[in-house]
Nanobody
Framework: QVQLVESGGGLVQAGGSLRLSCAASGRTFSNSAMGWFRQAPGKAREFVVAISWNGSNRYYTDSVKGRFTISRDNAKNTVYLQMNSLKPEDAAVYYC??????????????????WGQGTQVTVSS
Protein backbone atom coordinates (compact mmCIF):
# COMPACT_ATOMS: atom_id res chain seq x y z
CA GLN A 1 0.00 0.00 0.00
CA VAL A 2 0.82 3.65 -0.25
CA GLN A 3 0.62 6.14 2.60
CA LEU A 4 -1.05 9.36 1.49
CA VAL A 5 -1.21 12.78 3.10
CA GLU A 6 -3.35 15.54 1.62
CA SER A 7 -2.85 19.24 2.13
CA GLY A 8 -3.98 22.53 0.66
CA GLY A 9 -7.59 22.61 1.70
CA GLY A 10 -9.16 25.70 3.19
CA LEU A 11 -11.77 28.40 2.87
CA VAL A 12 -12.16 30.23 -0.41
CA GLN A 13 -14.78 32.49 -1.93
CA ALA A 14 -16.82 31.31 -4.86
CA GLY A 15 -14.85 31.85 -8.04
CA GLY A 16 -11.57 31.42 -6.25
CA SER A 17 -8.90 28.76 -6.55
CA LEU A 18 -7.16 26.18 -4.41
CA ARG A 19 -4.47 23.64 -5.09
CA LEU A 20 -4.56 20.39 -3.21
CA SER A 21 -1.50 18.23 -2.84
CA CYS A 22 -1.20 14.58 -1.97
CA ALA A 23 2.19 13.32 -0.85
CA ALA A 24 2.78 9.60 -1.13
CA SER A 25 5.19 7.20 0.49
CA GLY A 26 5.51 3.44 0.61
CA ARG A 27 4.77 1.41 -2.51
CA THR A 28 6.28 2.83 -5.65
CA PHE A 29 4.22 5.90 -6.36
CA SER A 30 5.11 5.99 -10.02
CA ASN A 31 3.33 2.67 -10.56
CA SER A 32 0.10 3.89 -9.00
CA ALA A 33 -2.99 5.32 -10.56
CA MET A 34 -4.15 8.24 -8.45
CA GLY A 35 -7.58 9.64 -7.83
CA TRP A 36 -9.35 12.38 -5.96
CA PHE A 37 -12.75 11.80 -4.42
CA ARG A 38 -14.89 14.11 -2.33
CA GLN A 39 -17.61 13.83 0.24
CA ALA A 40 -20.02 16.58 1.17
CA PRO A 41 -22.02 16.48 4.41
CA GLY A 42 -24.88 14.03 4.18
CA LYS A 43 -23.76 12.73 0.80
CA ALA A 44 -21.90 9.70 -0.41
CA ARG A 45 -18.28 9.99 -1.43
CA GLU A 46 -18.00 10.66 -5.14
CA PHE A 47 -15.34 10.45 -7.80
CA VAL A 48 -13.80 13.73 -8.93
CA VAL A 49 -10.74 13.06 -11.04
CA ALA A 50 -8.10 10.43 -11.74
CA ILE A 51 -4.73 10.19 -13.45
CA SER A 52 -2.91 7.16 -14.77
CA TRP A 53 0.48 6.10 -13.47
CA ASN A 54 2.39 8.03 -16.12
CA GLY A 55 0.00 10.94 -16.44
CA SER A 56 -1.01 10.04 -19.98
CA ASN A 57 -4.66 9.56 -19.11
CA ARG A 58 -6.82 11.86 -17.02
CA TYR A 59 -10.45 11.47 -16.19
CA TYR A 60 -12.80 14.09 -14.80
CA THR A 61 -16.33 13.97 -13.56
CA ASP A 62 -18.51 16.22 -15.68
CA SER A 63 -19.14 18.82 -13.01
CA VAL A 64 -15.46 19.76 -12.74
CA LYS A 65 -14.36 19.58 -16.36
CA GLY A 66 -12.74 22.80 -17.46
CA ARG A 67 -12.27 23.94 -13.86
CA PHE A 68 -10.15 21.28 -12.17
CA THR A 69 -6.82 19.88 -13.33
CA ILE A 70 -5.03 16.86 -11.97
CA SER A 71 -1.31 16.44 -12.37
CA ARG A 72 1.46 14.40 -10.85
CA ASP A 73 5.16 14.67 -10.23
CA ASN A 74 6.57 11.19 -9.87
CA ALA A 75 9.96 12.56 -8.87
CA LYS A 76 8.31 14.19 -5.86
CA ASN A 77 5.82 11.39 -5.20
CA THR A 78 3.06 13.95 -5.27
CA VAL A 79 -0.22 14.39 -7.08
CA TYR A 80 -1.92 17.75 -7.35
CA LEU A 81 -5.45 18.96 -7.87
CA GLN A 82 -5.73 22.51 -9.14
CA MET A 83 -9.24 23.78 -8.56
CA ASN A 84 -10.34 26.97 -10.27
CA SER A 85 -13.67 28.77 -10.46
CA LEU A 86 -14.78 27.06 -7.30
CA LYS A 87 -18.48 26.84 -6.58
CA PRO A 88 -20.29 26.33 -3.28
CA GLU A 89 -21.25 22.86 -4.47
CA ASP A 90 -17.55 21.95 -4.62
CA ALA A 91 -17.35 22.21 -0.84
CA ALA A 92 -16.47 18.83 0.64
CA VAL A 93 -13.76 16.78 2.23
CA TYR A 94 -11.39 15.81 -0.56
CA TYR A 95 -9.64 12.45 -0.42
CA CYS A 96 -6.62 11.29 -2.32
CA UNK A 97 -6.49 7.65 -3.34
CA UNK A 98 -3.90 5.33 -4.88
CA UNK A 99 -4.35 2.10 -6.70
CA UNK A 100 -2.89 -0.24 -9.25
CA UNK A 101 -4.12 -0.44 -12.79
CA UNK A 102 -7.72 0.76 -12.78
CA UNK A 103 -8.53 0.36 -16.45
CA UNK A 104 -11.92 1.79 -17.17
CA UNK A 105 -12.92 1.59 -13.49
CA UNK A 106 -11.01 4.68 -12.42
CA UNK A 107 -14.22 6.13 -10.96
CA UNK A 108 -14.82 3.28 -8.53
CA UNK A 109 -13.63 3.49 -4.94
CA UNK A 110 -12.86 -0.21 -5.05
CA UNK A 111 -10.17 0.42 -7.66
CA UNK A 112 -8.04 2.13 -5.03
CA UNK A 113 -6.42 0.43 -2.07
CA UNK A 114 -4.89 3.38 -0.25
CA TRP A 115 -6.60 6.52 1.00
CA GLY A 116 -5.56 9.71 2.66
CA GLN A 117 -7.23 11.23 5.68
CA GLY A 118 -8.92 13.96 3.67
CA THR A 119 -8.67 17.72 3.51
CA GLN A 120 -11.57 20.12 3.92
CA VAL A 121 -12.52 22.52 1.14
CA THR A 122 -15.04 25.20 2.03
CA VAL A 123 -16.44 27.56 -0.59
CA SER A 124 -18.35 30.62 0.54
CA SER A 125 -20.96 32.19 -1.70
Amino acid sequence: QVQLVESGGGLVQAGGSLRLSCAASGRTFSNSAMGWFRQAPGKAREFVVAISWNGSNRYYTDSVKGRFTISRDNAKNTVYLQMNSLKPEDAAVYYCAAGGYTGSYYYREGSYDSWGQGTQVTVSS
